[in-house]
């Protein structure tokens, strides 16, 4: 689908955004959660080995608040962070669980 999904139309498998894979060629896994870190991206994901792994979105092509909560694998564009240890802009969510 394109860009834009409600919250309750996700599930396990559900994939939304590009299939551009030369732009967004960068993956990642982890729980979304909301919130950047210091105005550096709208939210997170959430992974093993602590606050230091995790990954900071921000999109103009999917609505990352449909998937708070969620295990995801996200493909996007990887960009320097002033404060984000990793800073990318996502083109595409899956759903994991």
């Known amino acids: 689908t394109n860009g834009t999904i409600n919250k309750n139309d996700v599930s396990e498998g559900t994939v939304v955004g590009s299939k551009d894979t030369k732009t967004f060629k960068d993956v990642a896994e982890g729980i979304m959660r909301d919130g950047g870190i210091d105005d550096e991206g709208t939210h997170h994901l959430e992974r093993s080995g602590g606050e230091s792994q995790?990954?900071?979105?921000?999109?103009?092509?999917?609505?990352?608040?449909?998937?708070?909560?969620?295990?995801?694998?996200?493909?996007?564009?990887?960009?320097?962070?002033?404060?984000?240890?990793?800073?990318?802009?996502?083109?595409?969510?899956?759903?994991?669980?």
């Open 54 to 97: 995790n990954v900071y979105l921000t999109s103009s092509v999917v609505d990352l608040s449909a998937f708070e909560g969620k295990k995801v694998k996200v493909w996007g564009k990887t960009f320097a962070g002033e404060k984000a240890g990793w800073l990318m802009d996502v083109g595409r969510v899956e759903v994991l669980e």
